[in-house]
């Protein structure tokens, strides 16, 4: 039947759906045709064996985890596949186990572990802003960055190098009783020192009170309270460092700025020896003082005689007398002295420059005097500031307080055989779980 006869045959409703559903059927049914065309017959011999194959993959009457007796039996594990697990398991974890607990129980040598506590702590002399400034600054310390930098150079190749002198921590680490394990080798570098180091010395910092806790584990009670010991001494000469250079700095900047004082000081005492030579004067505000009073004892002379002279001239005496002359003349004297002196002070000076007279030479020395007055006090600061500069950097603003001293331990905390055995076994049976899961799933995928 073709396509033409299933169309006028088969009545369906106008549906969208439905006629591109015929569309995909009516380009399908020519490929579908010649697919089967191009396949190749089974042969007579192989036709029973694949019909019972397919029966056995394709039997959809069953219901989903029922069996049938026979395939219950196959379901059933193999002793065979038993054996292998128990084989497996042993190899991968009963084995490797036992190999490390012969190493902790007989093997290993014991470790000795001692703790000490400690904190970076400053003795910060309190003293005002105005008597420090800004060296304030410099004697203050912020402990808990001292706390981080004592924690980095615990584990810094330097102190290895300095403990290393001082002790001999080869000797200590690659001792002849130690096993192989955990002895260090004196052929290698000092880096290898380092590493080995870090896993026998262990500071930690808490980060809200600063305190360094200090765990060290050596092979020996005496080594590790000696480590113990050498490592905050160390500590402490590193804080002092610390310490000297920062008062060290705050001395060398104090000094600089009393320097600058004294400068300044010096400059302002010659500006004032400069214009005193200049001027002519020593002092030019008593000297004007003195020419104000000098004119006030004119100006009342002055008044005395203008006095005199009205009386005599009330008594109709002749302008040619001696008396009359004598006190015109004398009320012209003063005049002319009380404007020489009014003009020293205003306008013609000292000199003969009528601009340089006493008003300008007052407003100078006022300026002068007050950059001495500057400078005096200045200098009297910086001074004051050296001085407890001096006494701060005599005190050692920043100690050691170890509130926890290394004790001589008394049995070996490591390597803890139990623990370590048990640990052993849980990884090694993860390690084979995992194994076997993986090996299953390619065995599956495979088939």
Same mark, same amino acid.
């Given at each position: 039947?073709?396509?033409?006869?299933?169309?006028?045959e088969?009545k369906?409703?106008?549906?969208?759906?439905?006629?591109?559903?015929?569309?995909?059927?009516?380009?399908?049914?020519?490929?579908l045709?010649?697919?089967?065309?191009?396949?190749?017959?089974?042969?007579?011999?192989?036709?029973?064996?694949?019909?019972?194959?397919?029966?056995?993959?394709?039997?959809?009457?069953?219901?989903?985890?029922?069996?049938?007796?026979?395939?219950e039996?196959?379901?059933?594990?193999?002793?065979?596949?038993?054996?292998?697990?128990?084989?497996?398991?042993?190899?991968?974890?009963?084995?490797?186990?036992?190999?490390v607990?012969?190493?902790?129980?007989?093997?290993?040598?014991?470790?000795?572990v001692?703790?000490?506590?400690?904190?970076?702590?400053?003795?910060?002399?309190?003293?005002?802003?105005?008597?420090?400034?800004?060296?304030?600054?410099?004697?203050?310390?912020?402990?808990?960055?001292?706390?981080?930098?004592?924690r980095?150079?615990?584990?810094?190749?330097?102190?290895?190098?300095s403990?290393?002198?001082?002790?001999?921590?080869?000797?200590?680490?690659?001792?002849d009783g130690?096993?192989?394990? *955990?002895?260090?080798?004196? /052929?290698?570098? #000092? @880096? %290898? $020192?380092? &590493?080995?180091?870090?896993?026998?010395?262990?500071?930690?910092?808490?980060?809200?009170?600063?305190?360094?806790?200090?765990?060290?584990?050596?092979?020996?009670?005496?080594?590790?309270?000696?480590?113990?010991?050498?490592?905050?001494?160390?500590?402490?000469?590193?804080?002092?460092?610390?310490?000297?250079?920062?008062?060290?700095?705050?001395?060398?900047? *104090?000094?600089?700025?009393? /320097?600058?004082? #004294? @400068? %300044? $000081?010096? &400059?302002?005492?010659?500006?004032?020896?400069?214009?005193?030579n200049?001027?002519?004067?020593?002092?030019?505000?008593?000297?004007?003082?003195?020419?104000?009073?000098t004119?006030?004892?004119?100006?009342?002379?002055?008044?005395?005689?203008?006095?005199?002279?009205?009386?005599?001239?009330?008594?109709?005496?002749?302008?040619?007398?001696?008396?009359?002359?004598?006190?015109?003349?004398?009320?012209?004297?003063?005049?002319?002295?009380?404007?020489?002196?009014?003009?020293?002070?205003t306008?013609?000076?000292l000199?003969?420059?009528?601009?340089?007279?006493?008003?300008?030479?007052?407003?100078?020395?006022?300026?002068?005097?007050?950059?001495?007055?500057?400078?005096?006090?200045?200098?009297?600061?910086?001074?004051?500031?050296?001085?407890?500069?001096?006494?701060?950097?005599?005190?050692?603003?920043?100690?050691?307080?170890?509130?926890?001293?290394?004790?001589l331990?008394?049995?070996?905390?490591?390597?803890?055989?139990?623990?370590?055995?048990?640990?052993?076994?849980?990884?090694?049976?993860?390690?084979?779980?995992?194994?076997?899961?993986?090996?299953?799933?390619?065995?599956?995928?495979?088939?």
């Open positions: 039947m073709s396509s033409d006869e299933i169309k006028q088969t369906v409703r106008s549906s969208p759906s439905v006629k591109s559903l015929m569309d995909l059927a009516r380009r399908s049914v020519p490929d045709r010649r697919n089967a065309e191009t396949l190749e017959p089974v042969p007579a011999g192989r036709r029973g064996a694949l019909a019972a194959r397919m029966r056995r993959t394709l039997n959809w009457t069953r219901l989903p985890g029922l069996r049938r007796r026979g395939e039996e196959e379901a059933r594990p193999q002793p065979r596949m038993l054996v292998r697990l128990i084989r497996s398991y042993c190899l991968f974890v009963l084995v490797p186990t036992a190999a607990g012969f190493y902790v129980f007989a093997l290993a040598t014991p470790q000795y001692t703790e000490s506590q400690f904190a970076v702590r400053g003795d910060i002399e309190p003293m005002t802003t105005t008597s420090l400034g800004m060296y304030q600054d410099l004697i203050q310390k912020h402990n808990s960055q001292d706390s981080f930098i004592l980095d150079y615990i584990k810094s190749r330097p102190l290895v190098e403990v290393d002198a001082k002790l001999g921590l080869e000797k200590m680490f690659s001792g130690i096993d192989f394990w *955990a002895r260090y080798n004196a /052929d290698q570098p #000092v @880096e %290898r $020192l380092v &590493r080995h180091w870090r896993n026998h010395v262990t500071p930690q910092i808490d980060v809200v009170s600063g305190v360094i806790r200090l765990t060290v584990r050596a092979f020996s009670p005496q080594d590790a309270v000696a480590i113990s010991k050498e490592v905050i001494a160390q500590s402490e000469t590193l804080i002092n460092t610390i310490s000297r250079r920062a008062q060290q700095d705050m001395l060398v900047q *104090a000094q600089k700025e009393v /320097d600058k004082a #004294v @400068e %300044r $000081l010096k &400059r302002a005492r010659m500006a004032l020896q400069e214009f005193r200049r001027w002519g004067i020593i002092d030019p505000v008593q000297s004007a003082q003195a020419t104000v009073t004119i006030e004892l004119l100006r009342k002379d002055k008044i005395k005689a203008e006095n005199d002279l009205r009386v005599l001239r009330d008594s109709k005496l002749d302008e040619r007398t001696r008396g009359i002359q004598v006190l015109v003349a004398t009320v012209a004297a003063i005049d002319g002295q009380m404007k020489d002196l009014q003009n020293r002070l306008t013609d000076g000199v003969t420059d009528a601009s340089h007279n006493l008003t300008q030479a007052l407003l100078e020395y006022e300026g002068l005097m007050v950059e001495q007055t500057i400078a005096e006090k200045l200098h009297a600061s910086m001074n004051m500031i050296l001085d407890r500069a001096r006494v701060a950097a005599s005190k050692q603003q920043i100690y050691l307080a170890t509130f926890v001293e290394p004790l331990p008394s049995y070996s905390a490591y390597p803890a055989p139990f623990h370590a055995v048990a640990v052993a076994a849980f990884l090694f049976t993860m390690f084979w779980s995992a194994v076997s899961l993986i090996r299953s799933a390619v065995v599956d995928n495979r088939l």
